[in-house]
Every structure is written in structure tokens, then in C-alpha cells.
């Protein structure tokens, strides 16, 4: 059951950082309310608090939370943006998933 808690909490900081960039390019490159940074940044603050929920060293956990981040913006792309992730896109997200699961479920001597 800690994997289940590992890569839940995983999903919600990812989401978290993916809003909390999201909000800013809207208001950049959309040309939307500057309000949008308010949410932004405490989208990003809670980002940065999840990540710290980790019972593990720090290296480890943003070395192994870039594989879920990298399967959360694809899904980001097909569910926001619109666009079907190619066969390509969908086997980099397995691999990054992998190495996610490599990094954080491995066995270890101390």
C-alpha cells in the first residue's frame, strides 16, 4: 500500500507543478488575466509542499517524480490541450514509469 501512496501523491504534485505553469502561459501567450497568477503560484506552493511528503531523500524523489510528471503532461496534452498522444508518446510515458518505479520500489540495503 505504500506504492499506492507513492505514486498517488506523485500524481497530485504533478498536477499541482503542471497548473501551476499552465495558468502563467495562459496569461503570457493567451493573452488571459493577470489573475491567473494568483492560483499559479499557489498551485506552485502546494507543488513544492507535496513534494516535501515524501519519506525518502530528496535526490531520489525529484529523480523518480520526473517519470510521473512526464506521463501526467501527456495526458495533460490529450486532455486539456486536445491533442491524441502518438504511440511514441504514450511508450516514453511507460518507460518514464518505469524508471519512476525502478527509483522508488527498489529494494535497498539501508
Do not use: Q
Not at 55 to 77: D, N, S
Amino acid at each position: 500500500m505504500p506504492e499506492l501512496k507513492t505514486v498517488g501523491l506523485f500524481i497530485l504534485t504533478a498536477l499541482a507543478e503542471i497548473v501551476g505553469c499552465y495558468l502563467p502561459y495562459l496569461w503570457l501567450r493567451e493573452g488571459k488575466t493577470i489573475w491567473l497568477l494568483v492560483p499559479g503560484v499557489l498551485s506552485l506552493v502546494a507543488f513544492v509542499w507535496l513534494l516535501t511528503l515524501h519519506p525518502t531523500a530528496v535526490g531520489r524523489v525529484y529523480a523518480a517524480y520526473g517519470g510521473v510528471y512526464v506521463a501526467m503532461a501527456i495526458l495533460w496534452l490529450w486532455t486539456v490541450n486536445g491533442i491524441r498522444p502518438t504511440l511514441w508518446d504514450i511508450v516514453g510515458s511507460a518507460v518514464a514509469l518505469l524508471g519512476m518505479a525502478i527509483i522508488m520500489f527498489a529494494p535497498r540495503g539501508t
